[in-house]
């Protein structure tokens, strides 16, 4: 069973960085499709970024310019660069792989952007 572990969240002041880790595994495949998706109080959960196995991305409107995602040399880890974070980008934060055509969710965590 595939399992996803998230780690680097915590509390910034406006302006600046954090650096979210995803480590996969229980996969016997490499994972095409990895990201990360976040859920504010009282809001939807939403897609952040998302990238393939062959490097390409997308990002939603409100990230782009300040958050970078990449995959690791390790096989199935992603990770999410932040920066200028602002306190709209308080939310809890999932990892996400699609795999054999199955969504898999890692536990969240949390990001809080206050001074």
């Known amino acids: 069973q595939g399992q996803l572990v998230e780690s680097g969240g915590g509390l910034v002041q406006p302006g600046g960085s954090l650096r979210l880790s995803c480590e996969a595994s229980?996969?016997?495949?490499?994972?095409?499709?990895m990201g990360w998706y976040r859920q504010a109080p009282g809001k939807e959960r939403e897609l952040v970024a998302i990238?393939?196995?062959?490097?390409?991305?997308r990002y939603a409107d409100s990230v782009k310019g300040r958050f970078t995602i990449s995959r690791g040399n390790i096989k199935n880890t992603v990770y999410l660069q932040m920066n200028s974070l602002k306190p709209e980008d308080t939310a809890v934060y999932y990892c996400?792989?699609?795999?054999?055509?199955?969504?898999?969710w890692g536990q969240g965590t949390q990001v809080t952007v206050s001074s």
């Open positions: 996400y792989a699609r795999y054999n055509g199955l969504d898999y």
């Open positions: 990238i393939t196995s062959g490097g390409s991305t």
């Open positions: 229980g996969f016997i495949l490499s994972i095409n499709t």
